[in-house]
């Protein structure tokens, strides 16, 4: 959270012009630096010759190094499929902080935790067979202390999709004490939790009030909330389990029938406060025979018809002054949309048309295919992008100086904080230390090399 006064601050100090360069931030000293000082990079990074560091920054002081690397964890005997995604700590409990915990998104997915105390990584779920669990992106701790993620992976079909096991979300309840695989310890407890309709899964977040949100990750998926049938005194007493019924709705502007919309919006429901599919909604039973709501196909109904956006896919809260906003990146269009939870309205964020701070003009096609979400300690947003390392792909900082959810202002803009310089790879799950906001993490995925790879970034 940013308070006003902190918040003219910034706006006094966080876009110098030094030489016709501008500099985001506050031109601190290195022992004052944050994320968030650093020059904009003009260009994206070439190719690196040390995939080990594989980072430009905007900063030289930013240091960098490699956690945790596929080819060492094959040769320590842990089975590891690759594809690293999504990144989350242990955010609560008597640990917190000391894990690192990452899926694969794979045809054989699995989870990864990397001890930050000891340096020591072990996978500790892994799909018995390619094929059982895949593509697994998400990666969210939740506030009563598990672990959840999801498939990214369901059909479109008009009566429902049958064909398909997968969409489902997943709860970690043992991350903390599940062994790794194979081991001799406490096996890992992963629960399927069927309250959740089945869509390609990616961006997770939970607001203040407990609402959990999730996306459908297509060209006409939508935006969803459930709301936990159990009171919040009741899921951290033990007594209910927040998944054990709930309510899932849809993301509706006007009357759902104009793509991309933008403005006021409503939740429309399409299962009843425990689960039940409302009646017209779809339910199918799958290849293992687990019925389920069909979140995707449902919504297409003109009853239960949600807002379309093309490729939604990761997600973040940002809370500022009380006022919480979810942010939402879609692919296709290179947009990224905000919305106010509280007024009930989205509006696009960042685009094309959005200030490029290192030019002063409109960003273009330099901006492309935006996945992945972060917000620093000082709750700025930065956008990654799903584009070839050692090419063209990004992550860039949004600088909303005044903190009302839009870039128009004097002053703000989006700026290249990092490039990515492995081929064939690209930049996922950049997370931010909640407990040292001098360290950050990302993942670099599917490289040519096949060694993919967490980068510990920190600021001295």
């Known amino acids: 959270m940013i308070s006003s006064r902190r918040a003219r601050r910034a706006t006094a100090a966080a876009t110098v012009i030094v030489a016709g360069v501008v500099t985001v931030g506050t031109v601190a000293g290195a022992a004052g630096l944050r994320f968030s000082d650093f020059t904009p990079l003009s260009l994206s990074a070439g190719p690196t010759a040390d995939e080990a560091q594989p980072i ?3 900063n030289s002081a930013f240091e960098q190094r490699s956690l945790v690397s596929r080819a060492e964890q094959l040769a320590a005997g842990e089975p590891n499929s690759g594809d690293f995604d999504m990144i989350t700590v242990n955010e609560t409990g008597p640990h917190k902080g000391r894990y690192l915990f990452a899926p694969f998104e794979s045809t054989q997915s699995g989870i990864q935790r990397a001890d930050l105390s000891t340096g020591e990584t072990e996978t500790i779920f892994y799909s ?3 094929g059982d669990y895949i593509r697994w992106d998400a990666s969210y701790w939740t506030p009563w202390g598990t672990y959840i993620t999801a498939e990214e992976d369901w059909c479109t079909a008009a009566t429902g999709c049958t064909t398909d096991p997968y969409g489902r979300l997943f709860e970690l309840t043992n991350p903390i004490t599940a062994d790794s695989v194979p081991g001799d310890g406490e096996n890992a407890d992963l629960v399927h939790r069927n309250a959740i309709p089945r869509v390609a899964h990616e961006g997770i977040q939970f607001d203040q009030d407990q609402n959990m949100y999730f996306i459908d990750e297509l060209n006409g998926g939508n935006i969803y909330r459930f709301t936990s049938a159990a009171s919040w005194g009741e899921i951290m007493s033990g007594r209910a389990a927040y998944f054990d019924a709930g309510q899932t709705s849809v993301l509706r502007v006007g009357d759902g029938m104009t793509p991309d919309a933008t403005g006021g919006y409503t939740w429309v429901p399409i299962t009843d406060h425990v689960g039940n ?11 293992n025979g687990v019925t389920s709501v069909d979140g995707r196909n449902t919504t297409d109904l003109p009853q ?3 807002t379309d956006y093309q490729r939604p896919e990761d997600m973040q809260i940002q809370t500022v002054n009380g006022v919480e906003r979810l942010y939402v990146t879609t692919t296709t269009t290179h947009e990224i949309y905000a919305l106010d939870l509280r007024a009930q309205r989205i509006a696009v964020f960042a685009d094309r048309t959005t200030t490029d701070l ?3 003009q409109p960003v273009g096609s330099a901006l492309a295919n935006p996945d992945n979400l972060a917000v620093d300690s000082d709750g700025n947003i930065y956008i990654v992008e799903d584009r070839s ?3 063209d792909d990004d992550i860039w900082f949004a600088q909303d100086l005044n903190r009302d959810g839009d870039l128009a202002d004097p002053g703000e803009g989006i700026a ?3 490039s990515n310089g492995t081929t064939g790879s690209e930049f996922t799950g950049l997370y931010f230390d909640p407990t040292n906001k001098r360290r950050a993490w990302v993942n670099i995925q599917h490289p040519d090399s096949a060694n993919d790879r967490t980068i510990e970034i920190t600021v001295p």
């Open 56 to 58: 430009t920054f905007g």
């Open 128 to 130: 018995p067979e390619p």
């Open 277 to 287: 599919p409302l009646r017209g909604a779809i339910t199918i039973t799958d290849p």
């Open 304 to 306: 239960f018809k949600g």
């Open 358 to 360: 290192a030019t002063g």
């Open 389 to 391: 390392g050692g090419v």
């Open 416 to 418: 290249r904080w990092a």
